[in-house]
Nanobody, 122 residues
Framework: VQLQAYGGGSVQAGDSLRLSCAAS????????VGWFRQATGKERELVAT????????YVRDSVKGRFTISRDNAKNTVYLQMNSLKPEDTAVYYC????????????????WGQGTQVTVSS
């Protein structure tokens, strides 16, 4: 099982990025998928999750209205559209697959991929 996050980069404040999370080795069409991030010196935090059917979406308050999570089960891919990026969004972003159909609890996310760096400069 492999999850690969990609699409990160270095941008200016106010710019947009679209992260993608592609799964291989198994399908995650029956599982929740989440995006997490970890800034240097800080704990990993949940950014957004999406239920198995594309509903039951959770987005943390600090990115609400700017970030959108979506999924395409036919492509076994989950996306994170990030608009109006701020310097405080700088972090390594990870995607992860849950063992549950719907979950906002990090403990249920058992399948992790390598992260992608997002750097936002002011």
């Amino acid at each position: 099982v492999q999850l690969q996050a990609y699409g990160g980069g270095s941008v200016q404040a106010g710019d947009s990025l679209r992260l993608s999370c592609a799964a291989s080795g198994r399908t995650f069409s029956s599982n929740a998928v989440g995006w997490f991030r970890q800034a240097t010196g800080k704990e990993r935090e949940l950014v957004a999750t999406i239920g198995w059917n594309g509903r039951n979406i959770y987005v943390r308050d600090s990115v609400k209205g700017r970030f959108t999570i979506s999924r395409d089960n036919a492509k076994n891919t989950v996306y994170l559209q990030m608009n109006s990026l701020k310097p405080e969004d700088t972090a390594v972003y990870y995607c992860a697959g849950s063992t549950s159909r719907i979950s906002i609890h990090i403990t249920t996310y058992a399948y992790w991929g390598q992260g992608t760096q997002v750097t936002v400069s002011s």
